[in-house]
């Protein structure tokens, strides 16, 4: 975009087409909730929308407000988390209910900086509360809406080109409009989840190729995945989940018990060596309880 007519340009052209086509979620609601901005934003931490706008209204039912939550044990996050993955999110999410109900009264803050103090609060999360809660002009940058603006900054040539964080930043702040920044970033979103998508974008039916330098100009390539620790050749994140989701429905097993249960096998003594340092660190992260070698959920 070479001058403020173009910014506005874009940014009409944008609203327009997210006002017949944006997404309907529970979290955007009007007037907006900020407990339940704050309860989704964390659930939408590495999990699609689509499952977590089946899940909110039934966690909500379970804590219908800040205080309810913070009054939860780990086991019971845990059985109310169960489906949506990284458990450790959920005990996260109940401690800053915690730590917002003893130091803000049950409100949650609208500041950016205040909101990164909470547990699991990072810089993406603390933005989007503020600005999808309070309407603040903060910079929002997930996956989508950083390939988006990478997008419309520059010509890229592969669709798996992404500009620098601190390139994109400066765009952000350019670009987002003074005024409903939360409408924006739905839109912005909407846009990378729908039309502008990570491996083949729709750019001949984008409402924003004239504005934008990659339409139509990208060859379709795809991003090596980072290797992770595996066993017997799948990620352990799976197997944690695995063993955090079979003590959600079953009572406390021993540790013999429970690979015999996940796995379908009869452990070996390596497998129960294996099996002891996930448990151990599933403890330390607060997903379970282990007296001897019977483990359970926290209580």
């Not at 309070?134 to 010509?155: C, E, F, I, T």
Request: aromatic share 8%.
């Amino acid at each position: 975009m070479n001058s403020r007519k173009d910014t506005t340009n874009l940014r009409r052209r944008l609203l327009t087409w997210y006002a017949g086509n944006g997404r309907v979620f529970p979290w955007r609601t009007v007037p907006t909730d900020p407990y339940v901005v704050l309860v989704s934003e964390v659930m939408l931490q590495q999990t699609q929308a689509a499952r977590i706008a089946e899940r909110l209204p039934l966690f909500l039912a379970e804590f219908p407000s800040i205080r309810h939550l913070a009054a939860a044990s780990n086991g019971t996050m845990i059985r109310a988390w169960k489906g949506l993955g990284y458990n450790s999110r959920a005990l996260r999410l109940r401690d800053a209910a915690a730590m917002i109900t003893e130091h803000y009264d049950g409100i949650v803050p609208a500041s950016v900086q205040t909101l990164r103090t909470l547990p699991g609060i990072g810089p993406y999360a603390s933005a989007a509360i503020a600005c999808f809660a309070y309407g603040v002009r903060a910079v929002v940058l997930d996956v989508n809406v950083r390939r988006v603006y990478s997008r419309w900054m520059q010509r890229c040539e592969r669709t798996t080109d992404v500009a620098a964080l601190r390139d994109i930043e400066a765009f952000a702040a350019d670009v987002i409009p003074t005024r409903n920044a939360d409408t924006w970033h739905h839109a912005v979103m909407d846009l990378g989840a729908t039309i502008c998508t990570a491996r083949a974008p729709l750019c001949r039916t984008c409402p924003l190729q004239r504005h934008c330098p990659s339409a139509n100009a990208m060859a379709q390539a795809t991003r090596e995945r980072k290797a992770e620790p595996t066993f017997r050749g799948e990620p352990i994140r799976l197997w944690r989940g695995r063993i955090v989701k079979h003590l959600s429905d079953h009572d406390s097993r021993t540790l013999r018990q429970l690979f015999r249960d996940v796995t379908g096998t009869t452990a070996t003594a390596s497998d129960l060596a294996w099996l002891h340092t996930v448990v151990h660190k599933l403890r330390t992260d607060g997903l379970v309880s282990l007296d001897g070698d019977v483990v359970s959920l926290p209580g």
